[in-house]
């Protein structure tokens, strides 16, 4: 599967970016899929995974309660909505799939997206 996020841009403090990663390619609905972060200077980090169903949902702690993931099978999209952004929140955001949740949530990917690049000014 190929993936293709988008969405990102420049916002101030305290405002709200949805992302979008667009799939192609078979078995789409199999995959868990996964949106992780780098900042300049930084290693990799796990924001969200969603399940293949979506019915399961993992957030990594500086986000949650402030990022929702969500997907549409029918449409080969997965999103990640980004509300009360902060300054530290600006970093290259990438889609990722993989086979299970719990191993994307670890890095272990099966296929990673182009990234797009978030900016929150203070």
């Known amino acids: 599967v190929q993936l293709q996020a988008s969405g990102g841009g420049l916002v101030q403090a305290g405002g709200s970016l949805r992302l979008s990663c667009a799939a192609s390619?078979?078995?789409?609905?199999?995959?868990?899929l996964g949106w992780f972060r780098q900042a300049p200077g930084k290693e990799r980090e796990f924001v969200a995974v969603i399940s293949w169903s979506g019915g399961t949902t993992d957030y990594g702690d500086s986000v949650k309660g402030r990022f929702t993931v969500s997907r549409d099978n029918a449409k080969n999209m997965v999103y990640l909505q980004m509300n009360s952004l902060k300054p530290e929140d600006t970093a290259v955001y990438y889609c990722?799939?993989?086979?299970?949740?719990?191993?994307?949530?670890?890095?272990?990917?099966?296929?990673w997206g182009q990234g797009t690049l978030v900016t929150v000014s203070s």
């Open positions: 390619g078979p078995s789409f609905s199999t995959y868990a």
């Open positions: 990722a799939a993989g086979g299970m949740s719990a191993p994307v949530r670890a890095g272990y990917v099966d296929h």
